[in-house]
């Protein structure tokens, strides 16, 4: 079985400023996935970036990066230079690597970029 | 583009009432996802599809079933829906393994009086 905990219900920052949205968990698997998903209002959810958890190099998308560490099992989300586009749910995520590709998802962290 | 839709963006039902709520994605993904959005609890995964006319249960079956006919659509069923039930419901896909992008429908806002 699979959990995630995201502990952050809420955060605002300035806009420009960096803001790291924070996600642990925990997976008996030896492989798997990791993502962070994101809900800006009324929209749809997508994918904001993954990181397999066999690869030691953590993944960046432009903006968007992550603080992998394994051991630790954490996997931070950081966003530099943030916009007001950047306001939304954000929700960390774990799959198995084989055979399972359901997700499990966190409570998700409110991020309001202010103007 | 992935598209994912979903049959209705709200809903209101009353308690007893059959609900079917109708996903349909256009990228021929092998594996279909329902899933509940309660506030403060995050997504939980009600059934999934890897498979036209498979299933398998998630984590939150009780008072639901799902179909899935043709691989392109993938229904969720409220038999005798209840207060409890109402919610956000988010549909999904994705190609299968390994584990692949999810792409989300807009969600149905499903409330049952």
């Known amino acids: 079985a699979q959990t995630v905990t995201q502990s952050q219900p809420e955060m605002s920052v300035q806009e420009a400023e960096t803001v790291t949205l924070s996600c642990t968990y ?40 992550v603080n992998f560490q394994k051991a630790a099992k954490s996997f931070s989300l950081k966003i530099s230079d943030s916009q007001l586009g950047d306001t939304a749910m954000y929700f960390c995520a774990s799959s198995a690597w084989f055979g399972n590709e359901k997700l499990t998802f966190g409570t998700g962290t409110r991020l309001t970029i202010i103007p | ?67 899935r006919e043709k691989k392109e659509r993938f229904s969720l069923i409220l038999e005798s829906a209840s207060t409890n039930q109402t919610s956000m419901y988010l549909c999904a896909s994705s190609l299968a393994d390994p584990p692949d992008t999810q792409y989300f429908g807009p969600g149905t806002r499903l409330t049952v009086l």
């Open chain 1, 26 to 65: 925990d997976t008996s698997e030896s492989n798997y996935y990791l993502f962070w998903y994101k809900q800006p209002p009324s929209r749809q959810m997508i994918l904001v970036i993954r990181q397999e958890a066999y690869k030691q190099q953590n993944a960046t998308e432009n903006r968007f990066s």
């Open chain 2, 1 to 67: 583009d992935v598209k994912v839709t979903q049959s209705s963006r709200y809903l209101v039902k009353r308690t007893g009432e059959k609900v079917f709520l109708e996903c349909v994605q256009d990228m021929d993904h092998e594996n279909m996802f329902w899933y509940r959005q309660d506030p403060g609890l995050g997504l939980r995964l009600i059934y999934f599809s890897y498979d036209v006319k498979m299933k398998e249960k998630g984590d939150i079956p009780e008072g639901y079933s799902v179909s």
